[in-house]
Structure formats: C-alpha cells, structure tokens
C-alpha cells in the first residue's frame, strides 16, 4: 500500500519526508560540513571545486551555485540544511526565506512586518491565494524576466 | 523527591539570538518583542529551578541526516554552543545535570519510549535562544546560565514527526521519572520553537495569528484534545515549520493536571507577537498549583 502523504497539495511547499531525505542526502550533508569554519573558507575559494569533492548530482550543483533554494530543495535539499550555504553568504534567515518567494528583500520584509502573508487562500493548492503557483513569481518582479 | 514545578513555552527564532549577541534589542523593530520577556525574566530570577529539562530541536546540527533520532535526551556534563554556520553564538557553556538525566533515560525508556541516549553534542539556537529569552545577556567567560540543562531533541526536520499524542505521553512518562528521582530538586520543563511560520517557497513568510491564538488557549485549557490535531493541520495552517509546536505538547505533558485530577495549571504570563524575522513569537508560563 503507498504512504499516505496528505502534504502534497499544500501550496509553494515541499516536505521534507524520507523520499526527499533519500534525494537530498549528499546536497544536505554538504551543507553540514559548511558548519566548519574551514569549510566554509575552502568553499568560498573555489565553489565549484568544493562541490565537486561531494557525490552529488550536476543539478544539485548548479542549484548551489545559482544560490536558488527553491531549486535546491527540488532536488531534495531542506531549508534547515540548505541555511547553511546562506549563512556561508553572511546572509539572514529571514534573506534566505525572502529570497524562496520571488519577492524584493524590501517586499518580504515589507510583508512579515504588516504581520505575514495571510492563509487565506494559500491551504490547498487550486485557491487563490499569493503562494499558488498562478500568482508565482509574486511581488513587484511579477511577470518580468527573472 | 524531585517535582516538576513549572513549564515554560517559547519561540526559539535564530534572529533573537543574533538581534541579543549584537546588542539590537532596544530597536523599534525588536523593541516590543522582548517586553514580552520582562516579567518572565523577573519571574525565573525569583523561581530559578534546579534544573530545567529543555525540549527543543536540533536544526540539523548536532544530528545530519547520518543519524534522525525522534528523540535524544542529552546525558552529559556539558554542551558547547554550536557553529551554525555564522560561528558560535557568544553565549556560555550549558552545563548538564548527567545523574537526573541518566535517571529520566531509563525511567522513560522503561515506559516504553525510545529515547536517543547522547553524551556528546554540540547545542544549537533551538536551546540558547530560549535560555537568552528567559535569563537576559550572558558574557562566554564570566557568567553561567542560571541552572543546568538537559537537553531533549526532538525530530521536527525529517517527516514524519512524532504525533501530538505521543509528545504528550512523553512528557508524562517525563513527569513520573522526574517524581521517581530522590533528591529533592525543583524541575521546570520547557517546550520550545513554532508558533506559526514556514521557511521555505513560494509560501515562506505565512502566519496564522488566529490558529497560533487558538493553539494558546487549548494548550492551556484542552491539551488532551489538542493532542489530537494531525500533522498536516499543522502544515497547513501554521506552516511547515509551525510542526515544531508539537513539542509544546511534551512540556504540557509534564504538568500535574493531565493524568491526576487536578485544576488546570495557573497562567502566570501569556504573550504573542508577529513578526520576529519569518515568524510569530509565543510564549507562556503556567505553574502546578501548590
């Protein structure tokens, strides 16, 4: 009998469930060695090289270098391992979350202090909330070359 | 006797930590966020427990996907702030309480819970945050946290999760091994992270202040039934990373009213807040009645 997974039709969101864990396994644990300060330096000198030391598949790299945490996590990543890279970048949690959206920092930060993008609309996939897919890329880059 | 005296529920967002370590606090932005720690602040300088058994979770830190424990429990003497990737936050060691610990392990363990014994790992934002919500600004070198700590990692990262049913039962398997402990020690548990917020695509950023209100008052009023509520309610409403509110459960678990007719737990402090950073901020004290 399949696994019942009831998560696959929450809007603008992948859970990160054992098929993902299986997929993103080499992405993520190169995000664990970014924890180490050495790391992090060797990887800042030459990215490509870095990655290339770990067996993960060319898209996952190309996903790393192109710093998209949504193709990241297509390819199995998780945000919790993937905040790693981001913090490499010296960059916030909240930069990183904001940059997964297709929002401005200024629209996403915007957003979180009128109190956070609403649920309404945004529980199932097929509404008409700001995170479905018909409304995506969202904020001002709508509809422009990304 | 050891006794379980309090519980204390709190957000444990990493830009807390990052807006104390760089002296942001008195900002507007971040201002109103820690006057809902005052009193609470007051409160645990007046009521510092023996130990403070902290349920939290690692974000993959201490634990890769090498090793995805439901639940560890943290026997050792010491826990050093770990390097999340900006470097250590500069905050203390958190010092273990080993023989309390070792206690808990086994007594849960022989209550049907499969406890992750740990006597070797570093501690991320999901402990010190809470610690530096509750205690204020600690120097590395010069100050200790107020008590010691057991940590208690629950698995928030890797579907599926615990249900809220067994985070209850484990905090009350948690409250009879505490009350089989002879010494006679004052134990606070605290159930940390969530309120509502998601990290991740097109749907990062939601917040959902009337479920997160609604979480507040069944958990102090129902949390039997709260206990029910399944996972994807959770996802949906709260957002994929609200899940981490299930282990509010196992600190409510823990207090005298869930098995033992008893009056409801008293409401010392209630707070709510949005935004910090991505998320909601929520946070609560209750205490047993004597």
Known sequence: MALEKPYLDVPGTIIFDAEQSRKGYWLNQFCVSLMKAENRARFKADERAYLDEWPMSEEQKQAVLARDLNWCMRTGGNIYFLARIGATDGLSFQQMAGSMTGMSEDEYRAMMVAGGRSPEGNRYLGEDGDAQPQHQPQGQRAGKEL | ?290
């Open chain 2, 1 to 290: 006797m050891a006794r379980i005296t309090a519980s204390v529920y709190t957000s444990h967002v990493p830009a807390i930590g990052a807006a104390m370590d760089l002296g942001k606090t008195h900002e507007p932005y971040w201002q109103p966020m820690f006057a809902g720690y005052e009193f609470s602040r007051q409160w645990l300088r007046d009521n510092t427990p023996d130990v403070i058994l902290m349920v939290y979770n690692d974000h993959a830190t201490a634990f890769s996907l090498d090793m995805i424990p439901t639940f560890a429990l943290g026997t050792a003497a010491q826990y050093q702030p770990a390097d999340e990737g900006w470097g250590p936050r500069p905050v203390p060691t958190v010092f273990g309480h080993p023989q309390l610990a070792s206690h808990i392990a086994q007594s849960v363990i022989q209550q049907d819970f499969d406890l992750t014994i740990v006597n070797k790992m570093d501690v991320d934002h999901g402990l010190t945050v809470p610690l530096s919500l509750m205690c204020g600004e600690k120097d590395p070198k010069r100050d200790a946290w107020p008590c010691p700590v057991i940590p208690l990692a629950v698995n928030v990262v890797q579907y599926p999760v615990p249900s809220g049913q067994r985070c209850l039962n484990l905090g009350r398997a948690i409250r009879k091994a505490v009350e089989s402990y002879d010494e006679d020690l004052k134990v606070q548990v605290w159930g940390t992270g969530g309120m509502s917020h998601q990290l991740q695509g097109a749907r990062a950023g939601l917040i959902n202040k009337a479920w997160d209100n609604r979480f507040l008052d069944l958990l102090v009023e129902n949390p039997v039934g709260l206990s029910q509520v399944p996972h994807i309610e959770y996802v949906r409403e709260a957002g994929s990373e609200g899940i981490e509110l299930v282990m509010w459960l196992i600190a409510r678990g823990a207090m005298a009213d869930v098995d033992q007719a008893r009056a409801l737990p008293k409401v010392l402090h209630r707070f709510y807040h949005v935004p910090a950073s991505n998320t909601a901020v929520g946070h609560l004290i209750l205490e047993n009645p004597a």
